[in-house]
């Protein structure tokens, strides 16, 4: 079974000051999926606090870690750039499908810098801050998950 790891990154939620809606919804589809998650871990909006985190999940067994937040074009949105120092190589149709479904329901999708990308044997998948569009990204992705998962543990047999 795969485990995931959901990180929620938002100053608000890590201070107290806002409830974390986004975190708990993925942990909720990744659960439906059969997954067994850790998290949400809540951390502020800073690019070594969102690293540091993406790190230990990544390197403490976690074969796929969702983060929330900080992919917009605010000024302490830096998860896309904290997520790029740790990965080793992005996986750009990961967000192509997620802005492709997000497109659907909104024109601002096109605003999202979310990553993803692959460190060791871990996907790492930045999607958006709100409910909607975190949920949206994740379920127009989950398609994809299984075999991209297996991949990353060595599985290249095509059928």
């Given at each position: 079974m795969n485990l995931a790891h959901v990180i929620t990154i938002s100053d608000g939620a890590s201070h107290g000051k806002r409830e974390d809606k986004s975190g708990p919804a993925l942990v909720g589809i990744l659960y439906a999926n059969q997954y067994d998650v850790t998290g949400p871990e809540?951390?502020?909006d800073e690019r070594d606090r969102i690293a540091a985190a993406i790190t230990k999940a990544a390197d403490g067994g976690s074969n796929l870690v969702i983060t929330t937040g900080g992919t917009g074009l605010g000024p302490r949105d830096v998860t896309p750039q904290a997520t790029a120092t740790v990965i080793d190589y992005d996986v750009p149709?990961?967000?192509?499908?997620?802005?492709?479904?997000?497109?659907?329901?909104t024109p601002m999708a096109a605003l999202t810098r979310g990553i993803a990308g692959v460190r060791g044997q871990t996907l790492v998948i930045n999607v958006p801050g709100s409910p909607k569009g975190a949920m949206q990204s994740l379920e127009a992705v989950m398609?994809?998950?299984e075999h991209a998962l297996a991949l990353l543990r060595g599985d290249t047999k095509h059928e």
């Amino acid at each position: 079974m795969n485990l995931a790891h959901v990180i929620t990154i938002s100053d608000g939620a890590s201070h107290g000051k806002r409830e974390d809606k986004s975190g708990p919804a993925l942990v909720g589809i990744l659960y439906a999926n059969q997954y067994d998650v850790t998290g949400p871990e809540v951390v502020p909006d800073e690019r070594d606090r969102i690293a540091a985190a993406i790190t230990k999940a990544a390197d403490g067994g976690s074969n796929l870690v969702i983060t929330t937040g900080g992919t917009g074009l605010g000024p302490r949105d830096v998860t896309p750039q904290a997520t790029a120092t740790v990965i080793d190589y992005d996986v750009p149709g990961i967000t192509e499908l997620m802005r492709r479904a997000g497109l659907e329901s909104t024109p601002m999708a096109a605003l999202t810098r979310g990553i993803a990308g692959v460190r060791g044997q871990t996907l790492v998948i930045n999607v958006p801050g709100s409910p909607k569009g975190a949920m949206q990204s994740l379920e127009a992705v989950m398609p994809v998950l299984e075999h991209a998962l297996a991949l990353l543990r060595g599985d290249t047999k095509h059928e």
